[in-house]
């Protein structure tokens, strides 16, 4: 299957760690419904098509964080703060830059970067321990 980035048009590849195969493969066998579309995700009321261009994954996004009570007045929310937790969370398990920067689908890492915040628990992790002198 060709995944193509929609900003650009170039093709990527994202791999996919094994549960997240195995929670696609369970929704397509399971959860999908039925439909001649070629797209994996179909709405779930009639008429059973992709999901057209408008945001609607933000309204659903937002619904959740309501239900769960998480604070986001003054923040950005939806599917942009998804993209930053995800970059966030493969650099809090080690995932090298340029493979978060292919995941995110950028250019460059400097594009990268922006999606990135800062943990200081980590940077303390890689500090060098300076010599304190009275």
């Known amino acids: 299957m060709n995944l193509f980035k929609e900003k650009t048009g170039n093709p990527i590849q994202i791999p996919l760690p094994d549960n997240i195969k195995y929670a696609i493969i369970d929704y397509i066998k399971n ?3 039925k439909g001649e579309s070629h797209y994996i995700f179909l709405r779930h009321r009639a008429p059973f098509v992709p999901y057209g261009s408008t945001n609607v994954f933000h309204y659903v996004i937002t619904r959740y964080m309501d239900e769960a009570m998480v604070s986001y007045s003054d923040r950005k929310h939806g599917l942009h703060s998804m993209r930053h937790s995800l970059a966030s969370n493969l650099l809090k ?7 978060i920067t292919g995941i995110l689908g950028h250019e460059n890492t400097s594009t990268t970067r922006l999606y990135l915040s800062i943990d200081i628990e980590q940077l303390r992790s890689v500090a060098l321990e300076v010599a304190y002198e009275e």
């Open 93 to 99: 398990n080690n995932t090298p830059y340029p493979v």
């Open 31 to 33: 959860g999908r419904p």
